[in-house]
C-alpha cells in the first residue's frame, strides 16, 4: 500500500476472531491526511435493527450490550459523543464517559424516528448531492466538515455510526460509500 495512503483497519474482537482489513478510500478526509485516529463504533440500538432515522439517540438494546463484550479497544483516553447509545457503549466499555458535543451525530431534522421508506421520495437526492438536505438538517458535506474539525491527531474516539462514517470517508462525496457496524474498531492512518 502507498505510504501516502492512510490505512484502516478493523480490530481484532476479543475471541480472537480476526476482522478483515479494510480500505476505504484515504480515510478522515483529503485534508486530513497524516492524522491517526481510533474510532469506536458505538453498539446496536433497537431503532438502528429496525432501520429508523436516529437510532443513535436511544440506549444499547440487548445484542448491541452483548456485541460490545466481544470487542477490545486501546487504552484511553477516549473522547465521547453525546448521543445515549455511544455514551453508554463507553460505559460499558469501562471508559470514563464525558459527552464531547463536537462530535455529535448528523443532525437529520424531521427524518429522526422515521424509517428510510417514510421518506423514499426523498432519498435519491439525499444520497446524490452532498450539499442536499430534505430532512430539514445538516447537510452531509456540513456534517462531514465539521466531524473532520473535530478531531485531532491522536484521537480516539467513541462515536455513533454516523460520525464513523464522516470520519472513515474520503471527502463527503464518498460518505455513503463508507459502511460500519454497530460495536465495531478502526485504526485509521
Do not use: K
Not at 437529520?108 to 424516528?113: K, P, T
Not at 491527531?153 to 462525496?173: R, T
Amino acid at each position: 500500500m502507498d505510504r501516502a495512503d492512510h490505512r484502516v483497519r478493523r480490530s481484532a474482537r476479543r475471541d480472537d476472531a480476526p476482522h478483515p482489513q479494510r480500505r476505504r478510500g484515504r480515510g478522515l478526509g483529503r485534508e486530513a491526511v497524516g492524522l491517526s485516529v481510533t474510532v469506536v463504533v458505538a453498539g446496536r440500538t433497537a431503532p438502528n435493527r429496525a432501520v429508523r432515522f436516529g437510532g443513535e439517540h436511544d440506549d444499547l438494546d440487548a445484542g448491541g450490550r452483548a456485541a460490545l463484550a466481544r470487542i477490545a479497544i486501546p487504552a484511553g483516553p477516549y473522547r465521547v459523543g453525546p448521543e445515549l447509545s455511544v455514551v453508554s457503549t463507553a460505559a460499558a466499555l469501562g471508559v470514563a464517559v464525558e459527552p464531547d458535543p463536537s462530535l455529535a451525530s448528523l443532525d437529520i431534522g424531521r427524518w429522526r424516528g422515521r424509517a428510510p421508506e417514510d421518506v423514499a421520495a426523498d432519498l435519491p437526492v439525499w444520497f446524490a448531492d452532498p450539499d442536499a438536505c430534505p430532512h430539514g438538517g445538516e447537510s452531509i458535506r456540513a456534517f462531514v466538515a465539521r466531524i473532520g474539525a473535530a478531531v485531532d491527531d491522536g484521537d480516539q474516539v467513541i462515536v455513533a455510526s454516523p460520525v464513523a462514517q464522516a470520519l472513515l470517508c474520503a471527502d463527503a462525496d464518498r460518505y455513503f460509500a463508507v459502511e460500519v457496524r454497530p460495536a465495531s474498531v478502526f485504526d485509521c492512518r
